[in-house]
Nanobody, 116 residues
Framework: QVQLVESGGGLVQPGGSLRLSCAAS????????MGWYRQAPGKQRELVAA???????NYVDSVKGRFTISRDNAKNTGYLQMNSLKPEDTAVYYC??????????WGQGTQVTVSS
């Protein structure tokens, strides 16, 4: 079995920063694309950022210039650095990864709350 475990969420004031981590564990032989999604109350889950195995990235317009997605392939871990956070960034953030032999896997989610 494989699983994704997110960490790093919490409460932060507007303008602050958080770094989310997503660690994959189990029988992993390779991870293709990884992505971070978020879901705010009453809204649909949306893709925030994604990164390929080669390091190509893409972002939703609302986070461009503020968020940075990265990964450490040796550690099977992905990251989302979030700077200049805004109240509208408040949501549950989910990690997603396409794991070789296992398909798409989701993490359990981590709450990010931006409030003064």
């Amino acid at each position: 079995q494989v699983q994704l475990v997110e960490s790093g969420g919490g409460l932060v004031q507007p303008g602050g920063s958080l770094r989310l981590s997503c660690a994959a564990s189990g029988s992993i032989f390779g991870i293709a694309a990884m992505g971070w999604y978020r879901q705010a109350p009453g809204k649909q889950r949306e893709l925030v950022a994604a990164i390929t195995s080669g390091g190509s990235t893409n972002y939703v317009d609302s986070v461009k210039g503020r968020f940075t997605i990265s990964r450490d392939n040796a550690k099977n871990t992905g990251y989302l650095q979030m700077n200049s956070l805004k109240p509208e960034d408040t949501a549950v953030y989910y990690c997603n990864a396409n794991i070789a032999g296992w398909g798409q896997r989701w993490g359990q989610g981590t709450q990010v709350t931006v409030s003064s």
